[in-house]
């Protein structure tokens, strides 16, 4: 799995300013790892819903920065999360955490 990530989206997002295009990176990078702790959190807690809120939350980041991968996967694990499968939304995890691990190297 990768990022697919449209940078030009991205740029465009940012007003075409690369210095704020860095900023809302930064901002994702912490925010996804942030949610990912959720994650793992309400797995260990057998919190199906809490997993697909905070997949939500990495979705809707991703998207806004043209993250195509990225909110694919957060996707597919807040429906399996909302639909209270566990096991299934957690499938999604090790994608998941390789992703927003790679969040680092992108600007």
Request: hydrophobic fraction near 40%.
């Amino acid at each position: 799995m990768s990022l697919q990530w449209d940078r030009n989206f991205a740029f465009e997002q940012s007003g075409e300013d690369e210095e704020l295009l860095g900023e809302l990176l930064d901002l994702l990078c912490l925010s996804s790892e942030s949610d990912l702790d959720k994650i793992r959190k309400a797995a260990d807690a057998g919190d199906a819903t809490a997993v697909g809120e905070a997949a939500h939350s990495i979705k809707g980041a991703s998207a806004s920065l043209g993250l195509a991968g990225l909110r694919d996967v957060a996707y597919d694990m807040e429906k399996k999360g909302n639909a209270g499968d566990l096991d299934g939304a957690l499938s999604h995890l090790p994608a998941l955490e390789s992703m927003v691990s790679e969040l680092s190297t992108l600007k």
